[in-house]
């Protein structure tokens, strides 16, 4: 059983990952467009971001796998990374419709940023981003993936932190009930966090850098890279 109150403490305690100066300026770019303090609407916009490197993997896995049907090494590595790729991705998707399911909750509409046009704009420049990258550096792609969800991570640390009344708000929502067993919605948030976490260390073993994983009890199996 994990104990999700000591692993938000956990991100809260860690140091950020020292990010890439693209990095940096990519988080920064979010915080202009969103503001620095953590909104529901704000985490709706990084949930709403956050599948698409998956995606651009996917893609180059299987143009890869197409010409070089015959190198079973780089078969058995694309298959994992495609594997790991297509449950991220739903994870990532289960995580916006919880953060759309809180809002309806509290009868929040959303920011102004959602409106139709600022979504789609950074949706298509972070999908062109993430193509070139698993394109031309793969290894490259993977770590800013590892740097965007140790920020996601950290985000919802913070984010609960902020909202302590969520440890008294039950949960009702059937939607919710399909992605997990939670009694609070500070709970519910704590798993996504922790989820983040999940995804910023696969992202570090497929980078080549599992030194950098952050261990806990109870965490799901790493893939095996050889």
């Given amino acids: 059983m994990i104990d999700l109150k000591n692993e938000q403490a956990a991100s809260l305690a860690r ?26 609407s704000k985490v709706k916009l990084i949930e709403t971001l ?35 790729g297509r449950e991220a991705q739903d994870n990532e998707y289960w995580h916006l419709l919880i953060v759309n399911e ?8 959303d920011a102004w940023y ?25 290894s490259r792609a993977f770590l ?20 302590p009344e969520w440890d008294t708000q039950p949960v009702k929502s059937a939607l919710v009930a399909e992605y997990g067993d939670f009694q609070t919605w500070g ?11 999940d995804h910023m260390n696969s992202s570090f073993v497929f980078y080549g850098k599992p030194e950098k994983v952050v261990k806990y009890e109870g965490m799901p199996e790493l893939p095996v890279i050889k």
């Avoid at 990952?17 to 915080?31: E, G, I, N």
């Avoid at 789609?120 to 062109?128: A, G, Q």
Wanted: proline fraction near 3%; charge should be positive; charged fraction near 30%.
């Fill in 187 to 197: 709970d519910v948030f704590r798993r996504i966090g922790l989820d983040e976490r």
């Fill in 102 to 109: 809180k809002m309806k909750e509290e009868n929040l509409k």
């Fill in 50 to 84: 956050a599948s698409i490197p998956y995606r651009a993997w996917e893609i180059r896995q299987y143009n890869q796998m197409t010409r070089k049907y015959q190198n079973e090494k780089l078969i058995k590595k694309s298959r994992k990374i495609m594997s790991w």
């Fill in 15 to 40: 140091p950020r990952y020292k990010c890439s100066l693209a990095a940096k300026f990519f988080f920064f770019l979010m915080d202009v467009v969103t503001g620095e303090k953590v909104t529901l």
């Fill in 144 to 163: 800013f993936n590892a740097e965007f969800e140790d920020h996601a991570e950290h985000v919802y640390a913070q984010f609960v932190e902020e909202h």
């Fill in 114 to 138: 959602l409106c139709p046009i600022i979504p789609f704009i950074m949706v298509i420049t972070y999908k062109l981003m993430s193509q070139s990258l698993a394109m031309f550096n793969i």
